[in-house]
């Protein structure tokens, strides 16, 4: 059941989508100094009666949770850091203050490391058995799933994403996640293997010890469960940074963590900013591995920190600029609905979102006038609201960012085919955006927009769609819609990227592992492959006398 919610998140979010399209709303006069392809500028009435009006015209709706634990996590206690400092976490859809939050740096970050230490060298978590470790993990799994509105109600006011979308997605999915770990504890062993001699050779995979995690804003929760279910179900202890615009949900699954069983010490939540905890952590001596998600620029900045430091090992998850190839012989229609999905899903703050559209040029002006009409209906507001497909972005900062590569769209020629503005005049509501006629050369071709703003590609040929989609310095996943079997054949084999969805897009199993080419990252999580992150490999050899077999 969980696995069918799990793989179903595309189909769930479409009929949830093509819900919340019929709902239609008032919106907000918003005057836009933007030109658009059909020569008006700003918001006409009859737009006006398609985006969402929840955006501006009403008050925020009460979040149904309180926020109870907003100090550090260490040792198994919330503490309030070394400094006494607190900081800001703050509502996008208002920008006002939800919480005053523990600020942890450097000091703390070692307080951490030295309780996950003692956790890892002294506690009860290295020695208890894998079975013990694996019902930790499904008693929290249970409380995840007994929580999970309020978990969800504070992920959707710290971040802006649709309740809807947190509550029924992603929440049961870091239920199915811990699941998923638990059930790989107690299967993790290693070989034994012949050698050419009268020895005894084993294999062992062993915890590598603390680890250290970073994590973005964009799915707390997600990202939480990404890094710290494989890391536990290994054995390791950790310290886990979470990202300054998103602190409370971490703490509060964390809270569980313990209510499940989990011995003091083990996880170790800082609150803070990555300058000064993050690199702390990144650089610290005594943290074994080092698993990060966040930009490609943050990157390469942790892993030149862990090579400068103690050499400890490193994974990264990083950007994308995801190509979604939409061959002729595509249902348009349905090209239209998986290429919106594939890019507004999550206000388009998604590392892989499919924010390169590539359109058969045959299919081409049917598909942009269709992708207008379906981001028109676009239902944007208070992602507390029902129906609500798009709520703000996460913060002020990459709401101007976004805004920016709206601009230098239009400057460097591109047709600006709906939206282009703000939303409303509180908050972060972005219009749903739409480029067409972009060229490969252009900024919003190139770089990570991380908002609501599609670039749609005009192509002609196979080969040349394969040798453009992979003209980029990202390489995380992809998107191809097609009939053909031997079309979908020959692009799923010649895309440089981690992950291809085939007449899909964003199917996140738990099982499937995910991670990116080039500097998309290094290393995969979830599945199989994440494991292997969080454990050494040892070889022990013993002589054998009088072996009766070698
Ligand atoms: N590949 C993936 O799986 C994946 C998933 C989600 C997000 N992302 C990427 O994350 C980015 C968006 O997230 P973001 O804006 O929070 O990224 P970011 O790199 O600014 O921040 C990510 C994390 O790194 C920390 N950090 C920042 N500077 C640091 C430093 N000098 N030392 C140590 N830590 C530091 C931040 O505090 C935060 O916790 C996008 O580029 C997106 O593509 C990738």
Redesign the pocket.
Known sequence: MARRAASSLVSRCLLANRAASSAGAAAPAVPSALRRADGTRGLLPGVLQRFSTAAAAEEPISPPVQVNYSKLLINGNFVDSASGKTFPTLDPRTGEVIAHVAEGDAEDIDRAVAAAHKAFDEGPWPKMTAYERSRILLRFADLIEKHNDEIAALETWDNGKPYEQAAHIEVPMVARLMRYYAGWADKIHGLVVPADGPHHVQVLHEPIGVAGQ??????PLL?FAWKVGPALACGNTLVL?????TPLSALYVSKLLHEAGLPEGVVNVVSG???TA??A??SHMDVDKLA????????K??LE?AARSNLKTVTL????KSPFIIMDDADVDHAVELAHFALFFNQGQC??AGSRTFVHERIYDEFVEKAKARALKRVVGDPFRKGVEQGPQIDEEQFNKILRYIRYGVDNGATLVTGGDRLGDKGYYIQPTIFSDVQDGMKIAQE?I?GPVQSILKFNDLNEVIKRSNASQYG?AAGVFTKSLDTANTLTRALRVGTVWVNCFDIFDAGIP???YKQ??IGR?KGIDSLKNYLQVKAVVTPIKNAAWL
């Open positions: 970073i994590i973005p804003w964009n799915f990202m940074k979470t990202a300054e615009q900013f990555g300058p993050g690199a952590l990144a990060f998600t966040g930009s490609t620029d943050t990157g900045i942790v920190l998850e990083l950007g994308g590392c892989c990570e991380f995380l995910f991670g990116g998309s990252g999580e």
